[in-house]
């Protein structure tokens, strides 16, 4: 007798287009920080839909704006003004130091936007030249022409190519690299300040001086990608401003909409001032159902307190972690900050993902052998204590000596 999970496997397996290879389980309904599925199983989520469900799932404040916005007004197009885009932007701003805001549906989007301001600033100061990009080995930036043309991983390129021309790829902690990488071609680096799929690893310091000085040295821009590490997922607004870098562009997405698909490119006035109408533009890009998510979760990031929060469970989630690897030989490194973390295993990680699923525990694998944890950015410290407990049960039950 088929299971109704059994059933819509068989659906999707007919009609979906099979580029997901999804775990066995379907959810109904979410409440915080816990998901349940249809058969009303319980999970603790600690990757919230991969960093997106950023105040957790069946936010009443999120649920009760999204239901009077849809009742008001979802869409109108970019042909015309309303109300929602500048308070989104205004706070972008007040929170990045970039002006202006370009808004867009996904990070890939906001990534490729980027790119394209990049392009247009050299184009439009006549250095038409200046079209390369300098990007790290080991990134992510999305799955679209351009931004999977600055993003590392062969396997995800090859079958694509030719992708974007004029893309140099370094090693994301040699500092010598960088500088011989870049050239008076060279119209923009591209960085995740702590690179998250590639196996969460926040950029060193030194590395991060390296790019400081070498785009004032030359007029570089920078880019940072802030799709996964941004807005509030660190304990700080932005990662950029802790590894001391002045981006001209950053993108965002993820967390912005609690859910709802809004990401944005924020942009410095002088790459904005180089930027013409028709140069760019999204048919959904900011409409007022995405902006009035983007505000709701705005304030509670600032207003509500959510910040602060996460500096806490932060630090809460970063000692256990710690803890844990020093009772766990199965664990080579911890990294990360605030509520994005990275478990290296030495073995692949997928084990222990199914292990954690079974136990109730949310986790995901990334870059093979890395545990990665994105859970919502309103956990608790009870919550966290709880998937420790979990994660370290899961880990038991790797055989030992396999690697
Ligand atoms: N940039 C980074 C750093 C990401 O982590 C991701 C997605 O994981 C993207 C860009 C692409 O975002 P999206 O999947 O919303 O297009």
């Known amino acids: 007798m088929p299971t109704p999970t059994d059933e819509l496997r068989a659906l999707e397996a007919t009609h979906i287009l099979q580029v997901y290879r999804r775990l066995p389980i379907a959810f109904a309904r979410g409440k915080g920080s816990y998901l349940y599925d249809i058969d009303g199983r319980e999970y603790l989520d600690l990757v919230s839909g991969i960093g997106v469900a950023s105040l957790g799932h069946a936010h009443a404040g999120l649920a009760a704006a999204l239901a009077d916005q849809a009742r008001t007004l979802v869409h109108t197009s970019n042909l ?4 929602l885009q500048g308070q989104v932007a205004s706070r972008l701003a007040k929170l990045s130091g970039l002006p202006r805001a370009f808004l867009c549906n ?56 030719p992708l974007v021309d004029g893309v140099t790829f370094v ?12 050239s008076p071609t060279t119209a923009a680096i591209i960085i995740e300040p702590i690179q998250g799929e590639g196996g969460v690893w926040p950029l060193t310091p030194t590395f991060a001086r390296t790019i400081d000085e070498i785009c004032q040295q030359t007029g570089t821009l920078l880019i940072a990608d802030e799709v996964q590490c941004g807005l509030g997922r660190t304990g700080h607004p932005f990662y950029f401003s802790v590894l001391g870098l002045r981006p001209q562009l950053v993108a965002i997405g993820k967390a912005l909409g ?49 910040l602060a929060q996460v500096r806490r469970t932060g630090a809460h989630l970063e000692r256990g972690l710690r803890s ?5 030989t199965r664990i080579l490194d911890v990294r990360g900050a605030g509520l994005l973390w990275g478990i290296e295993l030495n073995s692949d990680a997928a084990p222990v993902v199914d292990a954690a699923l079974g136990r109730g525990l949310l986790i995901n694998r990334t870059a093979g052998t890395v545990v990665r ?14 998937a420790l407990s979990m994660l370290e049960a899961a880990l038991a039950t790797l055989r030992v000596g396999v690697s």
């Open 80 to 83: 015309y003004y309303h109300s």
């Open 106 to 161: 996904s990070g890939a989007e906001a990534v490729e936007g980027c790119l394209k301001f990049a392009r247009r600033y050299w184009h439009t100061r006549g250095e038409t030249n200046r079209k390369g990009i300098v990007a790290l080995e080991r990134s992510f930036h999305g799955r679209t022409f351009g931004a999977l043309s600055v993003t590392w991983d062969e396997h995800y390129r090859t079958p694509f190519a």
């Open 171 to 182: 090693p994301p902690d040699d500092p010598a690299a960088l500088m011989a990488a870049v």
């Open 258 to 306: 609690g859910g709802m698909p809004v990401a944005a490119a924020l942009i410095s006035q002088e790459v904005a001032a180089a930027i013409a109408f028709g140069d760019h533009g999204s048919t959904y890009g900011g409409n007022l159902l995405a902006c009035r998510a983007a505000l709701v979760f705005l304030d509670a990031l600032v207003d509500g307190g959510v």
């Open 324 to 328: 844990l690897a020093s009772r766990q």
């Open 373 to 386: 944890l994105l859970p919502p950015l309103t956990i608790t410290e009870a919550e966290i204590d709880s």
